[in-house]
């Protein structure tokens, strides 16, 4: 390593921590005076005029009958707009976040222009929204950010960042939290994005928008990634303390030379995982250095260093240490906190900013105070040294430590009138945002365990103490729009990785139950001659499919319909007979000429053609065997069931001919709808409707499920047709590159592999957007779609 790198480097880092030690300095002194508590007890006197109200009788009925509460995302947003609070929530939310992420002054007139103009834009959005009949796609779900994407041109970089992020939250170790890991994520792209679109001016095309977003996007994951890959996992100890300081000297490294160096020889137990974050890490430092200008990459050179290094401080602290001084505890927050802002600006090569880089400084500690009180407990817990733990630990011992309670309303004074110079807006939101967190903690701690801390950090003044939690308690109208949708988007994700747990359960528990009733036996014995049909029926059922359709008829069926499991046997068994015959004839010589299907030799080569072509002409008849055993149901339901599987059968046949008609010719986009729909569609179609049919399902919702049915088929076989290009053999048990060999007209022979994806995503919206209609539980039906987006087989 250069040695002159390293100095530069240390140099930097001490001016950085000469300039937070004045900071802090300056704000010891205003503990030590309590300089704070005269202005900031005027300050909420003013303040609380906005936010303890007296109701009407009439009002409290009104609150009492339709309030809902922050954690209630939808129904809170209604009320908010019902009840005329919504723009102020808004408002003071946006503004928050100009102050806090872009560094702005609220008092500057372009700045109150955009806060109006993104709440404005935000109301629209959440309003028209809330009208939505039926459970809404989420605004971060997959639907709801891809359908965000169309219209912005930026689809096939939205594609990009979800598979990015699947990669990401796959690869979090359990130690970790990957719920925790996706939101930062996603805040930090959001923060990137921000930071781009409040560079431009508003006049820019919509091509250069479409490109400045793409470029966000990336640079937002590229520097987001950071948080998991390298804070995280060092806070997490996952490490041994042999690979800790092996990993923090190649980050460290990395940002003193500006190049990532070879991972080299790794001894420990993590390798695996440290390759993944290496290959990783080093794509995204090398995509920000590609699009920095060399004076930008200096300053995100030394800002990511300040960054890292106080971080590591911080964190070789140990909690047993009863030695640290003031200095020692809070100078490295101060640096960490600003600089983590700070390195946004020259990650998207904005201009050198005197206001900002100060306000975005003295800002830093504000929320990193807040950060740690709220975290205090789950900090104890894991031993980490923050002026909270520590200040619990210690204090009766050591009557020097600075009360972090007091700093940090210290720190709300200088900023409101030293750095905002006592702007009414910039007062209000602040304001807000520390009594929302009080309230906050005093709702996850509960009354009793609140009172204790408060008690123990009590500032020294019984009036203003008494002040603060008058408020606590009486002060409504304080909430944040940003914490909303940080503990929904939580519960979002927490609730999907459940969901997706249950439906991979489903999926393996039914297709255990499928594949024990498949097996045919043979009934009548043919003496002096041995009949293989049945034995090479078998042998194609015995393969490793997925079984999807019997399990989705299964699931719908028994969990939805509620029919008897043992009543639908027969049903489940001619699904998967049904569908087995078509791969049979699938693989065929004159047809697709496989040799390979579900990981075995395909039948023809095992037996022969004739023999195959006899079992799957057997396999469709005993399916319609076992439809016409199904004993339980009206008869007139099961002929309608018959009728309506003969008209399926005879569509996929349909189907297979224009397949076979179609090889050597470049089909449009309408006609492989239509063949894919025949082919594929058809047989999720069936999955769903036969059930349905056994409980008299309604008209309504049988078009429903056909709309649904239709565009998941499609989805399902662009994504084969991907996978024949892109996938593994090993994965997929059956060849790629079949489709090109048999000169096949596919998605992406028509579309090309980017415009394929983008045509699956397409069908997949509106398969999710259908199953709104359906009035039914479709967490099943939705997490199917998720897992075929997401398969590599």
């Avoid at 974050?277 to 990511?304: C, M």
């Avoid at 940003?482 to 503990?487: E, F, I, S, Y």
Wanted: proline residues 3%.
């Amino acid at each position: 390593m250069n040695e002159k790198s390293i100095k530069n480097a240390d140099t930097y880092y001490r001016l950085a921590e000469q300039k937070a030690a004045r900071y802090y300095k300056s704000l010891h002194e205003q503990v030590i005076q309590r300089a704070y508590v005269p202005t900031l007890t005027k300050d909420i006197q003013s303040w609380k005029h906005n936010h303890i109200h007296h109701h009407s009788l009439l009002s409290f009925f009104s609150r009492g009958k339709g309030k809902a509460t922050p954690r209630e995302y939808d129904n809170y947003i209604q009320w908010l707009d019902f009840t005329g609070k919504l723009d102020n929530y808004l408002d003071r939310s946006i503004s928050y976040i100009f102050m806090r992420d872009l560094g702005k002054s609220l008092d500057s007139p372009r700045t109150q222009t955009r806060v109006r103009r993104v709440v404005d834009h935000l109301k629209n959005y959440l309003t028209q929204s809330a009208k939505t009949e039926g459970n809404k796609i989420e605004t971060f779900s997959m639907v709801g950010l891809y359908r965000i994407a169309q219209k912005e041109g930026i689809e096939s970089t939205v594609i990009w960042l979800i598979n990015k992020l699947k990669t990401v939250s796959s690869n979090i170790p359990k130690e970790m939290d990957a719920e925790q890991a996706q939101r930062k994520l996603i805040k930090i792209i959001a923060g990137v994005i921000m930071h781009e679109m409040e560079e431009k001016n508003d006049e820019i095309s919509a091509e250069e928008r479409r490109q400045k977003l793409d470029e966000a996007i990336r640079l937002g994951y590229s520097y987001g990634l950071t948080y998991p890959f390298i804070d995280d996992l060092l806070d997490a100890k996952i490490l041994s303390v042999k690979e800790e300081k092996q990993y923090s000297d190649l980050i460290r490294k990395t940002l003193i030379t500006g190049f990532v160096p070879e991972l080299g020889e790794w001894t420990g137990d993590n390798k695996e995982l440290i390759r993944f974050i290496h290959s990783e890490l080093r794509d995204a430092f090398e995509y920000i250095k590609t699009h920095q200008r060399q004076e930008t990459r200096a300053k995100f050179s030394e800002q990511s260093y300040v960054f890292f290094n106080s971080q590591e401080i911080d964190r070789g602290k140990n909690l047993s240490n009863e030695n640290y001084t003031n200095e020692e505890l809070y100078i490295p927050i101060i640096l960490k906190s600003s600089s983590s802002r700070l390195i946004v600006r020259s990650v998207i090569n904005a201009a050198e900013d005197e206001g900002f880089e100060n306000r975005t400084f003295f800002y830093g500690i504000y929320n990193q105070l807040a950060d740690d009180f709220a975290d205090m407990f789950d900090d104890m817990k894991n031993g980490a040294v923050t002026p909270y733990t520590y200040y619990i630990k210690y204090h009766d011992k050591r009557p020097d430590l600075i009360n972090p309670f007091e700093l940090y309303w210290s720190v709300i004074s200088n900023l409101i009138h030293n750095v905002y110079h006592s702007d009414k807006k910039a007062c209000e939101v602040i304001l807000n945002r520390a009594i929302n967190g009080l309230k906050r903690f005093k709702e996850k701690l509960g009354i009793k365990k609140y009172n204790e801390m408060m008690q123990l950090f009590a500032c020294g003044n019984p009036g203003f103490d008494s002040l603060v939690q008058s408020m606590v308690q009486k002060a409504d109208d304080v909430d944040f729009f940003d914490k909303l949708l940080r503990d929904h988007m939580i519960t979002v994700l927490k609730n999907e990785r459940i969901e997706r747990k249950e439906f991979l359960n489903t999926l393996e528990t039914v297709r255990v139950q499928i594949n024990n009733i498949l097996d045919i036996s043979e009934v009548d014995h043919i003496p002096l001659m041995k009949a293989p049909i049945i034995d090479a029926a078998n042998y194609s059922l015995k393969g490793h499919g997925k079984r999807l359709r019997p399990i989705l008829t299964w699931v719908m069926g028994v969990n939805e319909y509620g029919l008897e499991s043992a009543a639908i046997v027969p049903l489940l068994k001619s699904l998967e007979y049904m569908h087995t015959a078509s791969l049979i004839l699938d693989d065929l010589p004159s047809q697709d000429n496989a040799s390979i299907r579900r990981g075995r030799p395909t039948l023809h080569q095992v037996y022969n053609i004739s023999t195959a072509e006899l079992t799957a002409l057997f396999l469709t008849q005993k399916a319609v065997e076992e439809q016409a055993s199904l004993d339980q149901f009206n008869s007139k339901t099961v002929l309608n069931l018959i009728q309506y599987s003969t008209q399926i059968t005879k569509d996929m046949c349909k189907g297979q001919a224009m397949d076979l008609d179609s090889k050597g010719k470049q089909l449009t986009l309408e006609q492989l709808n239509l063949m894919c729909f025949y082919k594929t569609g058809i047989a999720f179609e069936a999955s769903l409707i036969m059930p349905a049919i056994l409980a008299n399902v309604c008209e309504l919702e049988i078009e429903a499920l056909k709309k649904f049915s239709y565009h998941a088929g499609i989805a399902f076989q662009i994504k084969d047709d991907l996978l024949d290009v892109e996938g593994n053999l090993y994965l997929l048990g059956k060849p790629v590159g079949k489709d090109a060999e048999n000169n096949n007209s596919t998605f992406v022979s028509t579309l090309g592999q980017e415009d394929a994806r983008k045509a699956m995503w397409e069908h997949y919206c509106f398969a999710m957007e259908a199953l709104q209609e359906v009035p039914r539980n479709t967490t099943f039906l939705k997490h199917l779609l998720n897992y075929n987006l997401n398969r590599d087989h």
